[in-house]
């Protein structure tokens, strides 16, 4: 079968959104399928760096890039140079969307040239615009190729009516189920919230990943109990229960640290929270702040961490989403710490494959993390156990399997 995975993402790195996009091309690669992605994400110019291709092959995947400009970065997010510094200011969202909205006409061009030439059997849609979305739908229909809209989150975020993004993405919801042959969806919440509105072929896909053979667990060495946390202490991640909980750690026979590691330091919030540690002498002593890391940084300082924290807030946006983070620590093989939010419980027993905490008390959530710091084993079957877990439960190929015969079944009903 040939695929085209289409939307505002970066490839063949970048967010969380180019990893989920990145992820399902493998997976569908791995299962026999052919992959094209066309990102409609403007790529970045820096000066004195070289901008990002257009256009290549990754690993086995063939890509382009549609968007008609460059974003006129002021730097990097990461490391790696990969995903471009937008401050969130208006001329950050002006060049953003105007680069990702003028990029539709030639995504549609791209895509029809695409079926023209045989080679577009199924298309997955990673997307929530009605304006962006409709013309592929469109087109797809006309030519009686099966089309299908990768969910991840709920539009809850977009707050303000009088945006007009806002009622863009809540004109793309409610016409989802006319657009739309069929559905994969993150989580069994947002299954449920689209079958209300009459999206009644869905699928849920999980994050996913690749599980390559682990290697042989071995003791970090840390003479303190040493947590590691990847994020941007955004809201969603409960940064006050966070910092809550090392406090009262901080009185724990048993020393607990914390790394955090992402890049905080990109919104007026993160950096506030840097600066309360900085002049909490309880904190600074207990909470070190390593900013963005390199990939391979990245996975080298959680193989070296007792444990990965990743907290989450108690709320209808975080029910109905999923932390691919947590899919990435698992893979390590540490016991994971992860607040107990949506379909977390669905996937990962309590005490034996993670520890779910509970979401709002930062009580509770220490005196979880101290428990497994006094084990004899540090956690260790418990990060053996969940890391089987992880294998069992979101596992790239065995998922895009299984979309490949949901698509299956949608050319079927589109053929009868």
Not at 7 to 28: D, I, K, Q, T, V
Not at 128 to 134: I, P, Q, V, Y
Not at 289 to 316: C, I, K, N, Q, W
Request: proline residues 6%; hydrophobic residues 45%.
């Amino acid at each position: 079968m040939n695929v085209v995975i289409v939307g505002p993402f970066w490839f063949p790195r970048g967010s969380a959104a180019s990893a989920r996009a990145r992820n399902l091309a493998f997976g569908l690669r791995d299962c026999g399928a052919r992959v094209h992605v066309v990102s409609m994400a403007p790529r970045a110019v820096v000066p004195g760096a070289t901008p990002a291709p257009g256009i290549g092959e990754h690993e086995g995947i063939t890509y382009e890039c549609v968007a008609p400009f460059f974003v006129a970065a002021r730097g990097w997010r990461d490391r790696d140079q990969s995903v471009p510094l937008l401050r969130g200011g208006w001329l950050d969202k002006l060049v953003w969307f105007g680069g990702v909205y003028a990029a539709t006409p030639t995504a549609v061009l791209c895509l029809r040239q695409l079926i023209d030439r045989g080679i577009c059997d199924l298309v997955l849609v990673y997307d929530r615009s009605a304006l962006r979305m409709t013309p592929l739908v469109r087109l797809c229909r006309a030519r009686r190729v099966p089309t299908v809209l990768d969910v991840t989150e709920v539009s809850e975020h977009l707050r303000s009516r009088l945006n007009a993004i806002y009622w863009d993405f809540a004109v793309g919801t409610r016409a989802t189920p006319r657009l739309f042959d069929g559905l994969t969806v993150i989580t069994s919440g947002l299954e449920s919230f689209y079958h209300s509105r009459g999206c009644a072929r869905t699928l849920v896909l999980p994050a996913i990943e690749g599980w390559p053979e682990p290697s042989p667990w071995a003791p970090t060495g840390n003479p303190e109990f040493r947590l590691a946390y990847v994020g941007s202490l955004q809201p969603r991640d409960a940064p006050e229960v966070l910092l809550e909980a090392m406090r009262r750690l901080a009185v724990e026979p048993t020393r607990v640290t914390l790394d955090v590691v992402g890049h905080y330091e990109g919104t007026e919030r993160g950096r506030q929270f840097a600066r309360r540690c900085a002049s909490d002498p309880t904190l600074t002593r207990r909470v070190r702040f390593l900013g963005s890391l390199s990939d391979a940084a990245l996975a080298a300082h959680l193989a070296s961490a007792d444990g990965l924290l990743l907290t989450r807030r108690d709320a209808r946006t975080e029910e109905m989403s999923f932390p691919t983070r947590l899919v990435e620590y698992l893979r390590t093989g540490r016991p994971v710490f992860v607040s107990n939010v949506g379909d977390i419980s669905r996937y990962l027993s309590h005490g034996t494959e993670a520890v779910l905490l509970d979401p709002g008390d930062a009580r509770k959530v220490a005196a979880a993390i101290a428990k497994v710091a006094l084990r004899p084993d540090r956690g260790a079957e418990i990060g053996r156990r969940g890391r089987e877990a992880g294998a069992r439960h979101f596992d790239r190929r065995r998922h895009a399997a299984r979309l490949l015969e949901f698509a299956a079944g949608l050319r079927e009903v589109l053929a009868a």
